[in-house]
């Protein structure tokens, strides 16, 4: 069965201090796809990126980091500097091409980081 | 570029009436996903339309709760003789989806049923 876990409920950092949200997957297929998505206060879901099985390179995209490996079954993410606006949950995901694309979610990170 | 728009985006309704809530996606969007998200848990899948095609159905779905995806367009989704448990946020997100395989899905801002 697909599953994600974010085992960090809440994290609460300093502003500017380095945060990583761990994500583990489980799935049988080998065609696969992460995302990350936030949801700041207001409630509404933010894409941040996608990330295909095949494609095990890391990205960057300014204060924000991704660190996919398959061997732990693992796509961490990683915020640099933090920053008040960080301040959001945090889901990951799990898709797959059998089901149409619908989305498998962890439970989210709750991240709060202070002045 | 309009994003994903729902409505409405708050409801309070008693219990055993039945509440209708709309979805209109992304223009350009073939699909379109319907997920539930009570508080402190992730999203959970509802529901999907490849354009008008209701095409997979959540065994969270129970009879109660329908869905439509009329000409391809938005979509609505219902739920009849609605109970306590119901009360949640409902989320509406849509996508491109090529052969190549599921890209990311846009959220609306979803639609807050209380059920009192």
């Known amino acids: 069965a697909q599953k994600v876990t974010q085992a960090q409920t809440e994290i609460s950092v300093v502003e500017k201090e380095d945060v990583t949200l761990d994500c583990v997957y489980e799935?049988?297929?080998?065609?696969?796809?992460l995302f990350w998505y936030k949801q700041p206060p207001s409630g509404e879901l933010v894409f941040l990126i996608r990330r295909n099985s095949f494609d095990e390179q890391n990205e960057i995209s300014g204060r924000y980091s991704w660190n996919f490996q398959k061997s732990t079954s693992s796509f961490n993410f990683t915020i640099t500097a933090s920053q008040v606006v960080d301040s959001a949950v945090y889901f990951c995901a799990l898709s797959w091409n059998n089901q149409g694309g619908k989305l498998i979610f962890g439970q989210g990170t709750e991240l709060s980081v202070k002045p | 570029d309009t994003g994903v728009s729902q409505d409405p985006r708050h409801k309070i309704t008693k219990r055993g009436q039945n509440v209708t809530f709309r979805c209109d996606p992304i223009?350009?969007?073939?699909?379109l996903y319907w997920y539930r998200q009570t508080l402190g848990q992730g999203p959970e899948f509802l529901t999907y339309?490849?354009?008008?095609?209701?095409?997979?159905k959540s065994r969270l779905l129970s009879d109660r709760f329908s869905a439509e995806r009329p000409k391809g367009s938005f979509s609505t989704l219902e739920i009849q003789r609605t109970e306590q448990g119901d009360s949640a946020m409902y989320l509406c997100?849509?996508?491109?989806?090529?052969?190549?395989?599921?890209?990311?899905?846009?959220f609306g801002p979803g639609t807050r049923l209380t059920v009192t």
């Open positions: 223009s350009e969007h073939n699909r």
């Open positions: 339309f490849q354009n008008e095609a209701q095409l997979e």
């Open positions: 997100a849509s996508s491109w989806n090529p052969a190549s395989g599921p890209y990311e899905q846009y």
């Open positions: 799935t049988r297929d080998t065609t696969y796809y």
